[in-house]
Each structure stands twice: as C-alpha cells, then as structure tokens.
C-alpha cells in the first residue's frame, strides 16, 4: 500500500519561509513523479510543483515560480517543498501527491495520481 505522510505546516508571516516534507513508503518502481496540490478555503484544488525521480525535471504553477523550490532524495523517496516569500494567497492546505507511473501526468492532471497523503495546513498571515 502506497502511503504519503507530510510534515512542516504551520502559521507564518508574509514574507517568511516554511518547509514542507512527504516522506513515501510502499513505491513500487523508483521510476515516480511526486510533488504538491493545494486547496484554499473556497477554492479548487491546484498543482503546485512537481519532480520526476528519475531524470529530476520540475513543474512549477506560474503562481509560486520563483518563490517556491521542489527536490527530492530518491533513496528515501522524500519530497522537500522550500516556501520562500510566502504570500496569503498561499494559504491552503497542501497535499502531498505520487504518480508512479513515471510519466510525470500527474503533476498536470490529478486523475492520474496514484496517492495522496492527509494533507498539511499553511497558514498565511498578512
């Protein structure tokens, strides 16, 4: 069984950094794309960034380029989520996700991820 556990949510003030990590266990390949959706309050849910394990290529939402900086340890099947210059808009609970069939779809298109984790609130204050 696929399971996604996300870590280091939190309050902070605009313009400040937070980290957030999603540790993976129960991959079957090592061949994965794994990254982040959010959903603000009132809002649909959006993909935020995404890696592929395998040749490190990253997507980023137009919103947080720039600002925001993805990475992975494949040998611990870790994502890492670097929040720099954090806004209110980026308030929202953020969702770790895996597409494991190594295509990277599901960093474009949620109905081709494999695992979402229970998701960790971010909480913007202005």
């Known amino acids: 069984e696929v399971q996604l556990v996300e870590s280091g949510g939190g309050l902070v003030q605009a313009g400040g950094s937070l980290r957030l990590s999603c540790a993976g266990t129960g991959f079957t390949s090592d061949d994965y794309a794994i990254g982040w959706f959010r959903q603000a309050p009132g809002k649909e849910r959006e993909g935020v960034s995404c890696?592929?394990?395998?040749?490190?290529?990253?997507y980023y939402a137009d919103s947080v380029k720039g600002r925001f900086t993805i990475s992975v340890d494949v040998a611990k099947n870790t994502v890492y989520l670097q929040m720099n210059s954090l806004k209110s808009e980026d308030t929202a609970v953020y969702y770790c996700?895996?597409?494991?069939?190594?295509?990277?779809?599901?960093?474009?298109?949620?109905?081709?991820?494999?695992?979402w984790g229970q998701g960790t609130l971010v909480t913007v204050s202005s």
């Open positions: 890696i592929k394990s395998g040749d490190g290529s990253t």
């Open positions: 996700v895996v597409d494991l069939t190594g295509t990277g779809y599901g960093c474009y298109d949620s109905s081709a991820l494999d695992a």
